[in-house]
């Protein structure tokens, strides 16, 4: 299995290759590459040809018809605290987690789905697909939802997650996060991103972090921590804007 000196060589190669282009005057660029070589399974997986429009039929909104809708009624302020969902509180760090999403002209955009999944504490999803031994926490699902306000903003509620093994390469381990997704108007405009933590001592060696090789954009997947977000006696802070598009943009996965 690969190592993580030949996964961390091969990640410094991409970056310094990113950065002499830019040096030499090339564009920005504040997407991965669908085939980035540490990331072992981008390569493997991404798209070889174009891809195909969902509206071959000529009915653009025939996919909108089978895919999931919601309302304002469905999302409930419980949907965003992800401790009070079960009869117990989850082990682990409480946080508060809130920001706003802006469109590139940083302006707000309201009543947008958002919804984030998580592992818990101790780094295990609540998954049938994850089963490296880390306990599972009976009071923690670790999904959540929101809408955001007339200023864009949201707000979750939940546990510090861990990080965890993958197994990408020997000894391979994905810094704390947590998956968001922004829903749009219609499931066809789905987006889906990561939020990380400051300080994790993991990002240098997290090829799905990495792969985002330019400096500015990795550092704004990752949250700020914000004391006056802290709740006394209750949970501490962390803030984190969602931005769509524009030179300021959050990295959106591609092929969601
Ligand atoms: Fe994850």
Redesign the pocket.
Known sequence: MTTQDEISVEIVAAREAYEKGRADGGHAVHHPSRSYAPYRSSVLRHPRQPLVAVDASGDPEAVELSGPVFGATDVTALDSDLTRQHRGEPLGERITVSGRLLDGRGRPLRGQLIELW??NASGR?AHQRDDHPAPLDPNFTGVGRTLTGDDGSYTFTTVKPGA?PWRNHDNAW?PA?I?FSVFGQAFTQRLVT?MYFPGDPLFPYDPILQSVTDASARQRLVAAYDHGLSRPEWSLGYRWDIVLDGPSATWIEEGR
């Open positions: 998580q592992a999803y965890y994905r996060h998956h990561q």
